[in-house]
């Protein structure tokens, strides 16, 4: 039966690790390495690992960085922050990631997609698709870390990268980030049913209830959170968490 992946997706602030709600008022949470450690020992599925202010600094996610998650991680990794070139690909693979994630670069370039699949193949490369509605209650895809809006309605986009060569989406509500309350069902479900690769749900996920939702009425192929994994519960006292796959059941 198959059984999708739930995932982690840690934000990188200055080398640590944040939490956010709406993509504001950041929270310090700890340090990464030390968070990979844990979800080691607690053997997730995969990591995912995002410098949210590398695009606005124009820089590149901190390759030492990559490097020592590497060295660490037990489990499959994928980075994303300040990509811009198919050298700052090649240089985040070589330093140990499995897959990379685009957002701003692809929402300014979608060619840059094709290219970088055409390098490196699709699976390596998947693109993280932020929604917002605008202040005219217009659902657009946004980039530079949720402050610009594109042209893009979030299907229009969604379709485009898979074109492009895309491998993978991250579906992700800035409206709902951080809020515990769960998906925005509607949004993952009109870009899974829209597209034939593998879409991944993000942002409000709170309980293991709001997982099985994203997979059962969202049609999500995995399953990401933040704040579900770093956060004992609703009250928010931090605490690196995994559910044991006794307790997420899909069927």
Not at 111 to 140: H, M, P, Y
Request: charged share 25%; hydrophobic share 40%; with cysteine.
């Amino acid at each position: 039966m198959f059984r999708p992946r739930i995932i982690p997706v840690l934000l990188l602030k200055d080398l640590a690790v944040v939490k956010s709600v709406q993509f504001r008022n950041h929270k310090y949470i700890g340090d990464p390495i030390n968070a990979v450690r844990l979800f080691n020992d607690l053997e997730a599925d995969e990591l995912v690992f995002l410098d949210i202010t590398a695009a606005k600094r124009n820089r590149l996610i901190s390759l030492d960085f990559v490097r020592a998650v590497g060295e660490e991680s037990q489990m499959p990794f994928c980075v994303g922050g300040g990509i811009t070139t198919v050298e700052n690909i090649k240089t985040i693979l070589a330093a140990g990631a499995e897959k990379v994630v685009l957002n701003t670069c692809a929402g300014r370039d979608p060619d840059f997609v094709k290219a970088a699949s055409d390098e490196f193949g699709s699976s390596t490369i998947v693109v993280c698709i932020d929604v917002k509605r605008t202040l005219f209650n217009v659902e657009r895809t946004w980039i530079v870390g949720g402050s610009r809006a594109t042209r893009f309605s979030p299907l229009d986009f969604a379709k485009l990268m898979e074109d492009k060569g895309a491998g993978e989406l991250i579906v992700q509500s800035i409206e709902k980030d951080g809020t515990m309350e769960g998906y925005d069902l509607d949004l993952t479900r009109s870009i899974s049913q829209a597209v034939s690769i593998p879409v991944v749900a993000l942002g409000g996920a709170g309980r293991n209830e709001d997982l099985v939702d994203g997979y059962r009425y969202g049609f999500a192929n995995g399953l990401a959170a933040g704040s579900l994994f770093v956060y004992q519960d609703r009250r928010r006292g931090v605490l690196i968490n995994y559910p044991e796959k006794r307790d997420v059941t899909f069927d």
